[in-house]
T-cell receptor, first 114, second 116 residues
Framework: GNSVTQMEGPVTLSEEAFLTINCTYT??????LFWYVQYPGEGLQLLLK?????DKGSNKGFEATYRKETTSFHLEKGSVQVSDSAVYFC?????????????FGRGTSLIVHP | GAVVSQHPSRVICKSGTSVKIECRSL??????MFWYRQFPKQSLMLMAT?????????EQGVEKDKFLINHASLTLSTLTVTSAHPEDSSFYIC????????????FGPGTRLTVL
């Protein structure tokens, strides 16, 4: 079956540091890939997505490139802020039985210190 | 656009009672809605997929008689936790997928259920 593997957290950084959160996946088809962000006590918000190989998703300074050859979708940001502190989920959406079914990673907690 | 609401945001109930959680897509029609359960500091566990006008598809290990899902319209799905017990206490999150964007989900803010 499909699976998503994320690096374990928490990731602790100082403000303005460079961020990388690794994500790799296994899928039988050609999935779309997503990053979601969850702030404390809230639901998930879509951060960015990519639907095919070599696509780059970007939003709010975050980027991730769909790498089919390495089955990866690593999240990066050049300069993090305290307000970026949250849990980040990597996910894929693949067709199963005629419908798109999501699979989520376990989430990576990011803590940014001033 | 693509706003999903959940109600209530928090609910506390006694053991043995039933609790209904609503999930609404506010500015789009959702052909498919998903219900998740999230334990503290863990990922989301997909409980079921509901398509408007048809029966929900439950994931393995999820009791369909305990977690009743109804998707009566293109903007509303409900999850009813029947005869709730303390082990049902959790954060329940719904998501919705629209007609046009079939691979992207939009999430509600979640409902914190506490069963005493």
């Amino acid at each position: 079956g499909n699976s998503v593997t994320q690096m374990e957290g928490p990731v602790t950084l100082s403000e303005e540091a460079f961020l990388t959160i690794n994500c790799t996946y296994t899928a039988t088809g050609y999935p779309s890939l997503f990053w979601y962000v969850q702030y404390p006590g809230e639901g998930l918000q879509l951060l960015l997505k990519a639907t095919k190989a070599d696509d780059k998703g970007s939003n709010k300074g975050f980027e991730a490139t769909y790498r089919k050859e390495t089955t990866s979708f690593h999240l990066e940001k050049g300069s993090v802020q305290v307000s970026d502190s949250a849990v980040y989920f990597c996910a894929l959406s693949d067709r199963r039985g005629g419908s798109y079914i999501p699979t989520f990673g376990r989430g990576t907690s990011l803590i940014v210190h001033p | 656009g693509a706003v999903v609401s959940q109600h209530p945001s928090r609910v506390i109930c006694k053991s043995g009672t039933s609790v209904k959680i609503e999930c609404r897509s506010l500015d789009f029609q959702a052909t498919t809605m998903f219900w998740y359960r999230q334990f503290p500091k863990q990922s989301l566990m997909l409980m079921a997929t509901s398509n408007e006008g048809s029966k929900a598809t439950y994931e393995q290990g999820v009791e369909k008689d305990k977690f009743l899902i109804n998707h009566a319209s293109l903007t509303l799905s409900t999850l009813t936790v029947t005869s709730a017990h303390p082990e049902d206490s959790s954060f329940y999150i719904c998501s919705a997928r629209g007609l046009a964007d079939t691979d992207t989900q939009y999430f509600g803010p979640g409902t914190r259920l506490t069963v005493l």
